[in-house]
């Protein structure tokens, strides 16, 4: 199965055992199904609760935490994670802000799912991972999927939680196969430890492979789901007691994700070292976008470097 | 049109009467308005006075000259289903809405006591179905999205808004979405003609009134701080929209009378003036006989909820 299935599955099972679940989004509509594809098929199985929106991202995250509040839980795609910009207000100061602002009162089950990341060539403003921008917002939980876990899964533990979730959806990803746990790179004493997200998951993987056959390291692979909160103690668990980190990211360099794998293993490690994406917008030409997001290449050369410092 | 309590009611009737409730649900229709703006004027009037002891801490906004338009929108509402969304200046709307003084101004002081235990304060306002956020034209599409979510239970939500909010993107989203999803909601818009200090012909084009009819949404508009005639009106957007399950726009031309929030008014004399002159609540006390005690009332239950809140914990999470 792919990852896309694997996310269209759970939502078919959602909407089958919620009936007030709602799903929204532009372009969700059979036969399009989705710019990618993630929502086919559920417009004609479940005609009343799938609405194509207009193109109102603002508006329909609002209508979505609306509905959430008097007992209507949704899930709002966005097309491109990019536009998640224009709906930043009602996240916010709204849907991650009604229920400790209104002392527990209420309840906003809303999922938003946000296709995030390059390397498929749309240039500055469709291939962006925003998603930092997002973590440390009080209340609002950022998760990111993974084929290297059960995408499905996610989005059901997502919608369990009765809160406001923003799910990251890598768009290369989609046409991955899930693999699962078993098949991240876990070997024993470690030599380095990568830990990464979402649609690095693959490049460091494969970066791990190549740095075991090639170089004999050993390196084990640490795919983090939660971004925010991020779980500290998870990642400290999971490093354990290596003492050489490359943290990976895609989205633009500092306050994110390498910070807070910083963060959480600051006195813990000997050495560490932070890969992330241009400090630039994304270029539309393919061989520059490759150039600039952390690949294989340049992820086995952060590695190498910092086990040659000892 | 006048209304009275009978010429022979006597100060403690009336006390034993609206002290069961501070909305006076069950007077004739004028004393009751009346008595719900005078609780809010009077509620508004006592913050603006403990602001100025340095008695509250942090910003309020009050809608002293605006009590028309909260009394007759809210008293055109099913109190049981019916869902309000307001905004900074919603205090008013709140009061009308619930009644709860006490739990309003140990909110706006910081007390465990408080409608949402001191974590929202003035403008962040929560009880049963009202929501209120300090974000202008924010909660619109939420509106939108709580009508939607209740329309089968023949709920209506009204979102209150500003002609200072007439620039706020999302307000224009919302319309759009209400009128394409078919939700109840009754946007109403409160025309004081000034956002915080800056008069509305420095910042909004065009007709206010004007502005909904484009997205297919029926208009309703009143110019004048009647509460009884504001909701004459208020009934009739309340009822097209929960009858055909649709959105209106119900205009209300208004006058803020005092300040954006406590010392911020930079208006010339001449246009406070006219503000003024457009104060709703003279022209109730004529057709109200015994209004005295009806303000004794309305202080009486402002005083006691000051002095509960004072006495009651301070939040601290």
């Given at each position: ?12 099972d ?16 059979d ?5 990618f ?11 009343d609760r ?10 329909i ?24 910009a224009?709906?930043a ?17 209420v ?10 990341g390059g ?5 500055p ?5 925003l998603?930092k ?6 209340g609002?939980?950022?998760l ?5 876990a ?8 997502a ?12 768009k290369?990803?989609?046409a991955?196969?899930?693999?699962g ?20 998951v693959?490049?460091a ?11 004999e390291?050993a ?14 103690e998870?990642v400290?668990?999971?490093?354990g007691?290596?003492?050489?980190v ?6 633009s360099?500092?306050?994110?994700f390498?910070?807070e ?43 190498l ?5 000892g | 049109?006048?209304s009275?309590i009978?010429?022979?009611s006597?100060?403690s ?12 649900l069950e007077?004739?229709?004028?004393v009751?308005f ?19 002891q340095?008695?509250?801490f ?6 002293i000259?605006?009590e028309?338009?909260a009394?007759?929108?809210?008293n055109?509402?099913?109190?049981d289903r ?14 009308a ?25 003035s ?20 509106a939108?999205?709580?009508a939607l979510a209740?329309?089968?239970e ?9 002609d200072?909010?007439m ?9 759009n ?22 008069p509305?012909a ?11 009819e484009?997205?297919?949404?029926r208009t309703f ?17 309340v009822?097209?929209?929960?009858a055909?399950?649709?959105p ?11 300040p ?6 930079t208006?010339?004399a ?14 109730m ?6 209004f ?9 239950v402002?005083?006691r ?13």
């Open positions: 199965m792919r990852v896309v299935e694997s996310i269209n599955r759970a939502l078919h959602l909407m089958e055992t919620n009936s007030r679940l709602v799903i929204l989004g532009e372009d969700i509509l036969p399009y199904g989705g710019a594809k993630v929502t086919k098929g559920l417009s004609s199985a479940y005609q799938v609405w194509t929106t207009p193109i109102s991202e603002g508006g995250v609002g209508m979505a935490a609306g509905l959430a509040l008097k007992g209507r839980p949704v899930i709002v795609e966005l097309m491109f994670g990019d536009f998640i224009l709906a207000d009602q996240i916010i100061n709204h849907a991650a802000k009604f229920r400790w602002m209104y002392n527990d009162q309840e906003v089950p809303v999922i938003i799912r946000a296709p995030m390397r498929r060539g749309y240039g403003t469709h291939s962006q991972s998603e921008h997002f973590c440390g917002v009080p609002l939980t950022v990111a999927t993974h084929e290297y059960d995408p499905g899964a996610l989005l059901h533990r919608f369990a939680a009765r809160s406001p979730h923003l799910i990251i959806e890598n290369v990803m989609y991955r196969p899930v693999l746990t078993a098949a991240l790179p876990r070997p024993p004493d470690a030599d380095i430890v990568i830990v990464t997200y979402g649609g690095c693959e490049h993987v494969a970066a791990a492979a190549k740095l075991a056959a090639e170089e390291i390196t084990t692979v640490v795919a983090v789901e939660q971004l925010s909160p991020f779980p500290y998870d400290q668990r999971q490093v007691n290596c003492t050489r490359v943290a990976v990211e895609e989205g360099p500092g306050w994110g390498g910070s794998c910083a963060r959480a293993l600051i006195g813990r490690v000997k050495y560490f070292s932070a890969l992330a994406g241009p400090d630039h917008p994304i270029p539309s030409s393919r061989e520059w976008e490759d150039d600039v997001l952390p690949g294989v290449s340049a992820i086995q050369a952060a590695c470097d910092l086990f040659r410092k | 049109m006048t009275s009978a010429p022979n006597t100060f009737q009336l006390e034993v009467h609206a002290g069961a409730t501070p909305l006076g007077l004739p229709t004028v009751r009346y008595q719900q703006m005078m609780l809010i004027r009077l509620l508004e009037e006592r913050l603006l006075d403990l602001f100025s340095g008695l509250l942090g910003t309020t906004h009050t809608s000259g605006q028309a338009n009394v007759g929108v809210v055109a509402l099913d109190r019916d869902i309000v969304w307001s905004n900074h200046r919603c205090h008013g709307h709140f009061i809405y619930s009644g709860e003084v006490e739990g309003l101004i140990a909110e706006i002081m910081g007390r465990i006591t408080g409608v949402c235990g001191g974590r929202g304060g403008q962040h306002l929560c009880f049963r179905n009202f929501h209120s956020n300090g974000i202008q034209g924010g909660t619109t599409p939420v939108v999205g709580t209740r329309k089968e023949g709920a209506v939500a009204v979102a209150f808004l500003g200072g909010t620039g706020e993107g999302a307000v224009y989203e919302s319309l979405l209400a009128s394409v999803f078919g939700a109840p909601v009754v946007f109403v818009i409160e025309d004081n003609e000034i956002a915080q200090t800056t509305k420095l910042t909004v084009s065009g007709s206010i009134v004007a502005r909904a484009p997205f297919g949404i508009a009143y110019d004048g701080n009647d509460p009884v005639e504001i909701f004459e009106l208020a009934r009739e957007a009822g097209y929209a929960r055909e399950s649709r209106c726009w119900l205009y209300l031309r208004t006058e803020r009378i005092g954006h929030s406590k010392g911020d008014d208006r010339p001449l246009r406070l003036e006219q503000a003024r002159a457009r104060d709703p609540i003279p022209p006390r004529r057709r109200v006989a015994n005295e005690a009806i303000d004794a009332f309305c202080r009486s402002v005083d909820a000051v002095e509960s809140a004072a006495a009651a914990p301070l939040a601290r999470g």
